[in-house]
């Protein structure tokens, strides 16, 4: 029995992409919309995606769950680490004094890093866990809806 692995990793990513999509996160897959996306006014919350088991298990709901709250980000926004490789480097060099880190949440603000939430924050942690974090940077840096 063969099996394509490229189908079964697409089929993974397509589920990744759409959880996000559904939830009001854009998908910025080239360079050109990383830039465009990070240099509008506001609070911006990048969401880096991976395949991994912590993105599908705690980062991905927690990207879902934490935007419920009084005060979020002005635009979501997501690139793929390991399928939009150029997209995914343009986002983190916006992210200074934070090494590449996958999954993770990174909050701008006018274009500039606030703050970042890195993997080592997110695996092995519960998705609540994560949630309260990420809210409690948008109480810090983010106006209420």
């Known amino acids: 029995m063969s099996m394509d692995f490229n189908l079964y990793v697409n089929d993974i990513v397509r589920q990744a992409r759409e959880d996000l999509e559904q939830a009001g996160y854009e998908q910025l ?48 926004v997501t690139v793929f680490a390991g399928q939009d490789r150029e997209a995914t480097a343009k986002a983190r060099s916006y992210f200074t004094d934070y090494p590449p880190s ?17 993997r080592h924050e997110i695996e092995g942690h519960d998705p609540m866990s994560v949630v309260n974090k990420l809210q409690q940077y948008f109480e810090q840096y983010c106006e209420e809806v």
């Open 29 to 76: 897959q080239t360079p050109e919309e990383v830039e465009g996306a990070l240099a509008r006014k506001g609070t911006t919350l990048v969401m880096i995606n991976s395949v991994c088991g912590c993105a599908g298990g705690v980062a991905r709901p927690a990207a879902v769950h934490a935007i419920h709250y009084d005060k979020r980000p002005d635009h979501l």
């Open 102 to 118: 996958s999954p993770s949440f990174a909050l701008l603000k006018d274009g500039k890093i606030c703050t970042m939430v890195e």
